[in-house]
C-alpha cells in the first residue's frame, strides 16, 4: 500500500514525477522518429503514458489532452481481454471498447519487473501510445468523413495481441494492411509505436534496475496518491452548489440538421465534484458524425479538472478522485453501437470543454476565459501521387483558431485550443511530400470578440491540388460562433470554400461535407475566432443557468 499523504515526501514525489514523465516523452521521441506520415511526425499527432499495475495513469508526456484522459478505458478493455506477457503489444481502436474514434489506435505493452518470466508474474506497468493515423479505411481517405455508421468509418479493432513474444502476428498484419489506402505508411506508423512501446520499456526497466520494482511501484502510487490529495484540497475550496450551462453541437451528416444540445449540471458538494452530462441530446443515427464515445467526456473532465489546479500538478489517475460523471448511454456524449463517432474524439471533445468551463464560469464568475474555437478544422484528402505510378497519399490535418480571452490577457491568435496540441502541418512538409500547394497562410484578421479583452484572431490556410482528390471536412462553430464572457462579445463563426476546377468563385461547403475533387481545384480553410471577456458588449452564452 502506498503511504498516507501525509508521509509523503514532495520532494521525492517531484523526482519521480519527472522520472515517470521522461519515460513517456522518451517514448514520443522515439514515436516521432520512426513514424512516416506528415501527420505524426510534423504535426505530432500522437501521445504517450506510461500506465501502473492496477492499470491506472502514474504519468504522461506533455502530449493530446483529448488522447491522454481517454486512453485509461483502452488500458483497461486490453487488461480485460489479454493476459500479456514480456514482448506482447497489443492493439485497439474500437470506439465502443475504450477507443474514441478510428484512427486513434492505441497500444499498449507491458513492462515487467527484471527477471520475471513465471506464467504467474504480473506486468509492473504498461507502457501506452496513441497515435492518429491518416488513414484506416473506409468510405473516403483519412476516415473522417460523414457516414452512416461506424462500420463506414474504417477498419474497427477489438483488443488484440498483434506482437506475441517480441515477434509480430503476420497474419494480422496483412489483415490490418489489406483495409488501408497506404499500407507502406499504415505499416511504419505502426511499428513506429512498437518502437515507442521498446524505448518506454527500456527506460523503465533501467527505472527499476537501479530503484528496485517494488519501490518504484510505490513511487507510482504516491505520485497517483500525492496528486489526489491536492485535487481534493483544490476542489474543498470551491463554493457548494449547483450550476447549469449548455451549448449545442450542429447536427445532421453535413452539419445543416438539427443543433444537438450538450448539457451540464455541475454539483460541488462536501463529498467532491459532480459532471451530469445526462441532460444531452440522445445520439444522432442520421449519419451525423458528432456522436462520441463516455472515454472522451472523461477525458474532457480531466482537461477541466486539469486547469482548476496549480502549475505543475501531475496529471495522473488522481485527478479524479472524489470526482463523478454521469452520462446516459445512448447519448451524443455516451454513443453505443452502431452510431457514427469520426467527429466526436475532435469536435465533440471541444464542445464539452466549452459547457464545462462555461459551468466553472458561473461558479466562479470573472475568473473562467471565453470560448475558444470550439473546433479542430479537420481537413482529409487522398489520390494518387502525380508521376504516372497510381501510388495511392492520404493526409489529415487539423488547423487552429482564436483562443478566448481571459480575466487577465486577450486570446492569442491562430493556435490550436483545449482538447488538441498538436503542431500545424508546415508548408515546406505539405508539398514535399504531397502533390498540393499552399496558396495561403495567415491570420484570419478581426475575427476574435471584442470586449476589454478581446479574443484571439483564427487564421486562413488555402490549399491548390495538382491531382484528382477525394476531400472530407469536419468542422464546427459554423453556425453558432464562440461566446464571449462577462460581456465579453463572441467570436467569429468558421467556413470552408472550395473552387473547383476551371471555375473562377468559391462555393461555401456545409460544416460537415465529402467530396470529389479534380487537379486544379482549391479549397480554402477559415477558422472560428475566440471569443472577448470583459465590458459591456453583449456576447451572452449560448444559454446559462444557475441554482
Not at 515507442?196 to 537501479?210: N, V
Not at 472524489?322 to 466526436?344: F, K, R, S
Amino acid at each position: 500500500m502506498a503511504e498516507p499523504v501525509e508521509s509523503i515526501d514532495p520532494l521525492r514525489v517531484e523526482v519521480f514525477h519527472h522520472l515517470f514523465a521522461a519515460a513517456a516523452e522518451e517514448m514520443g521521441v522515439a514515436l516521432q522518429r520512426s513514424a512516416f506520415s506528415v501527420n505524426i511526425k510534423e504535426r505530432l499527432d500522437f501521445s504517450c503514458a506510461i500506465f501502473g499495475q492496477d492499470g491506472r495513469a502514474v504519468a504522461q508526456a506533455a502530449h493530446l489532452p483529448v488522447h491522454l484522459g481517454a486512453t485509461p478505458l483502452s488500458v483497461e478493455a486490453v487488461i480485460a481481454e489479454h493476459d500479456l506477457r514480456p514482448g506482447d503489444i497489443a492493439f485497439q481502436n474500437d470506439p465502443f471498447g475504450g477507443g474514441t474514434h478510428l484512427p486513434d489506435i492505441t497500444s499498449v505493452a507491458p513492462v515487467f519487473s527484471p527477471g520475471a518470466s513465471g506464467p504467474q508474474d504480473r506486468p509492473a506497468f504498461y507502457c501506452v501510445s496513441r497515435a492518429h493515423h491518416a488513414d484506416v479505411g473506409g468510405a473516403f481517405p483519412g476516415s473522417m468523413a460523414p457516414a452512416r455508421d461506424v462500420h463506414g468509418e474504417g477498419l474497427r479493432l477489438p483488443p488484440i495481441r498483434m506482437v506475441r513474444g517480441g515477434e509480430m502476428d503476420e497474419d494480422l498484419l496483412r489483415v490490418f494492411l489489406a483495409n488501408m489506402r497506404v499500407p507502406e505508411e499504415r505499416r511504419a506508423d505502426l511499428f513506429a509505436q512498437i518502437a515507442a512501446s521498446h524505448a518506454g520499456h527500456a527506460r523503465m526497466q533501467a527505472l527499476m534496475a537501479e530503484h528496485g520494482p517494488s519501490a518504484l511501484a510505490a513511487r507510482g502510487r504516491d505520485l497517483i496518491a500525492w496528486t489526489a490529495g491536492l485535487t481534493a484540497r483544490r476542489l474543498a475550496a470551491l463554493p457548494e452548489g449547483a450550476w447549469s450551462f449548455e451549448d449545442c453541437l450542429e447536427g445532421g451528416p453535413d452539419g445543416t440538421g438539427a443543433l444537438l444540445p450538450v448539457r451540464l449540471k455541475l454539483t460541488r458538494t462536501r463529498e467532491g465534484l459532480t459532471f451530469d452530462f445526462r441532460g444531452s441530446a440522445s445520439q444522432a443515427l442520421d449519419g451525423s458524425p458528432v456522436n462520441t464515445t463516455r472515454a472522451v467526456a472523461v477525458s474532457a473532465v480531466v482537461y477541466g479538472i486539469r486547469l482548476l489546479m496549480p502549475e505543475g500538478t501531475p496529471t495522473n489517475a488522481g485527478l479524479l478522485e472524489g470526482v463523478e460523471i454521469l452520462t446516459d448511454p445512448g447519448t451524443v456524449v455516451d454513443a453505443t453501437y452502431p452510431a457514427a463517432v469520426a467527429a466526436g474524439n475532435v469536435e465533440t471533445s471541444q464542445r464539452l470543454v466549452d459547457v464545462i468551463l462555461g459551468a466553472f464560469g458561473e461558479m466562479l464568475p470573472g475568473e473562467v476565459p471565453a470560448a475558444s474555437a470550439g473546433t479542430m478544422n479537420n481537413l482529409s484528402f487522398g489520390g494518387a501521387h502525380l508521376g504516372g505510378g497510381g501510388e495511392a497519399f492520404t493526409h489529415y490535418e487539423t488547423h487552429g483558431g482564436g483562443a478566448g480571452a481571459g480575466p487577465r490577457r486577450g486570446g492569442a491568435h491562430a493556435v490550436q485550443t483545449h482538447m488538441t496540441n498538436t503542431r500545424n502541418t508546415p508548408v515546406e512538409a505539405l508539398e514535399n511530400e504531397l502533390p498540393v500547394r499552399v496558396l495561403r497562410q495567415t491570420v484570419r484578421r478581426g475575427t476574435g470578440g471584442d470586449g476589454a479583452r478581446a479574443g484571439g484572431d483564427g487564421l486562413v490556410r488555402r490549399l491548390s491540388f495538382l491531382t484528382d482528390v477525394r476531400l472530407s471536412w469536419l468542422a464546427e462553430r459554423q453556425r453558432r460562433a464562440p461566446f464571449g464572457a462577462d460581456g465579453g462579445a463572441p467570436g467569429a463563426s468558421g467556413e470552408a470554400v472550395v473552387r473547383r476546377s476551371g471555375t473562377q468563385h468559391d462555393e461555401r461547403l456545409t460544416p460537415k461535407a465529402a467530396l470529389d475533387l479534380q487537379a486544379g481545384a482549391e479549397v480554402e480553410i477559415r477558422t472560428p475566432g475566440g471569443g472577448g471577456h470583459g465590458g459591456v458588449l453583449g456576447g451572452a452564452p449560448p444559454s446559462r443557468a444557475s441554482s
